[in-house]
Every structure is written in C-alpha cells, then in structure tokens.
C-alpha cells in the first residue's frame, strides 16, 4: 500500500532534550516537505527537500533540522526543543516538485514540550 | 502567492450536494487549482486539482471560472464522512515551496 509513516505518532518531551521524528515514504517521490499546523495558524511548511541531499527551509524552519540522505526517508530534528514546538506535525510528499503534482501526507505527530 | 477567500463554515444535508467556492482572482495562468480537505484528527487529504478545465473524480468534481478567478468543489452526494476542513489552494508554478493553506472551509453535514 502506498502511504507516508511518521513515528512516533505522539511524544511528549522536556525543554532541550533533542528528538527526531521520522517520516518514510514508499512511493519512490523526489519531493517531501514538513509541515507544523497550529491552532489559528494553520498548516505551515517547516522544511522541504526535492531530492537526495537538497534541502531547503519553508515558512518557518526556525528550531528545525533536516537531513535527506535517502530517497524514501526525511527525518524531522529538532536539537533542543522548546515549549513553542508543540505542535502537529505533518510529512508529506510527492513525485516531484511540479504544482500539477499530489501531496501525500502522514498521520500526523502530536509533540508536547514541557 | 496567489490569495484565496473561502467560507468560513457551511452546512449541508446527507445525501445532497454540496457546493464549496473559492475565490482566487491573483492566480496565474500556469496556477493549478487543488483542493485537500482535513477530516478531524488526520492528515490532509487531496481532493481534486484542476488548471483550466472542469474536472471529475471518483471524489468530487471541480468547475473552474472561465476567468480562472474562481472554482467551486462539488460533492455530488455529502455523507457523513465528507465532514472536513476544506482547501481551496492555487499551486504556484516554478515555487517548490509547495501547498500554503489557508483557514479553508468548515463543511457540516447533517443527518
């Protein structure tokens, strides 16, 4: 089936303490991208790559790290979290980075920073 | 980028149809229309996009304004399960940044 995977799907954390969440895609996309949604913000871009080892920042990549080293992976870290990183957070991707293409999302990551 | 206006909230009754608009009058021409919608606790969902032409899918269908400054979802039959925030969003062409949601549509529907 194909689908887009984030673990963990709920994490609660302290102030500091990195964490990773991972996302994995099985459809063979170039394009994956992160997003944070946030009540009477709504969804925005954290971070997107389009490809193996290119990376770029969205809307609001601060407190945020990356990395693409395989096609099908695009972890999410964040080296020393902090209480206005609660948020949802969504992977998602696909084929390419053209505006005719689908987005594929994740379930979702709940992340609580204490 | 391209800005949209979208209801806030609309109602529906199960089994009829269901009209969500959404205007768009800064797209570009090479901008393709999508449509996702979020049902409560997942993901986005995509719905529909269209560039020029009226389009259909196994999901909805998409009529989009002949000025391009407008489109309209179309839920031929709302079920419960069509309950969700929709998103109307133009895609940008030559941006890699992707999908910029906006606050979308709340869409009740009523038993």
């Known amino acids: 089936e194909a689908q887009v995977t984030q673990n963990p799907r709920y994490l609660i954390t302290v102030t500091g303490k990195k964490l990773t969440v991972t996302c994995s895609q099985n459809?063979?996309?170039?394009?994956m991208s992160w997003y944070r949604q946030d009540p009477g913000l709504g969804l925005r871009q954290i971070y997107y790559?389009?490809?193996?080892?290119?990376?770029d920042k969205g809307d609001v990549p601060e407190g945020y790290k990356v990395s693409r080293k395989e096609k099908r992976n695009f972890p999410l870290i964040l080296e020393s979290p902090s209480p206005n990183q609660t948020s949802l957070y969504f992977c998602?991707?696909?084929?390419?980075?053209?505006?005719?293409?689908?987005?594929?999302f994740g379930p979702g990551t709940r992340l609580l920073v204490l | 980028d391209a800005k949209t206006t979208q209801p806030n909230s609309m109602e529906s009754n199960e089994e009829e149809p269901v009209h969500l608009p959404c205007n768009h009058s800064?797209?570009?021409?090479?901008?393709?229309i999508h449509w996702y919608r979020q049902l409560p606790s997942q993901g986005p969902e995509y719905v529909i996009h269209?560039?020029?032409s009226n389009v259909n899918n196994r999901m909805a269908s998409l009529a989009i304004a002949e000025d391009r400054k407008s489109s309209t979802l179309i839920l031929h039959r709302a079920t419960l399960r069509d309950a969700a925030v929709y998103y109307c969003?133009?895609?940008?062409?030559?941006?890699?940044?992707?999908?910029?949601f906006g606050s979308g549509t709340q869409l009740t529907v009523l038993p």
């Open positions: 969003i133009p895609r940008l062409s030559g941006s890699a940044r992707q999908l910029t």
């Open positions: 459809m063979n996309h170039e394009y």
């Open positions: 790559s389009m490809n193996v080892e290119v990376t």
């Open positions: 800064t797209i570009s021409g090479t901008d393709y």
């Open positions: 998602a991707s696909s084929l390419s980075a053209g505006n005719w293409e689908t987005q594929y």
């Open positions: 269209g560039l020029t």
